[in-house]
Nanobody, 121 residues
Framework: QVKLVESGGGSVQAGGSLKLSCVFS??????MGWFRQGPGWEREEVAR???????RYADSVRGRFTISKDNAKSTLYLQMNSLKPEDTASYYC?????????????????WGQGTRVTVSS
């Protein structure tokens, strides 16, 4: 059964850091990513990592966030530095059996329940 479980969310002051983790139960994923949804706005992609290690970031987080994956630990990470109040959102881990570059135009298939991040000014 596909299962993605996020953790690591919490409250932090602006300029602080958090590291999100997503443990996945099925190692057949080729594309994995982090998405977020804040109050009043649509879900947006934060970062994704392909099976060959290629990463992509949203402009709003590039240079501050780092996505990584440890297959031995079946865990996807999102290191978030220099956090801003506008980063406040629920963060979701997502995965797909198809490589990222072939997924264009549709959402990833599997999703976690999310973890809340609150950044205060």
């Amino acid at each position: 059964q596909v299962k993605l479980v996020e953790s690591g969310g919490g409250s932090v002051q602006a300029g602080g850091s958090l590291k999100l983790s997503c443990v996945f139960s099925v190692y057949a994923y080729k594309c994995m990513g982090w998405f977020r949804q804040g109050p009043g706005w649509e879900r947006e992609e934060v970062a994704r990592i392909d099976s060959d290690g290629t990463v992509r970031y949203a402009d709003s987080v590039r240079g501050r966030f780092t996505i990584s994956k440890d297959n031995a630990k079946s865990t996807l990470y999102l290191q978030m530095n220099s956090l801003k109040p506008e980063d406040t959102a629920s963060y979701y881990c997502a995965a797909d059996e198809t490589v990222c570059w072939a997924i264009a135009g549709r959402a990833l298939t599997h999703w976690g329940q999310g973890t809340r991040v609150t950044v205060s000014s």
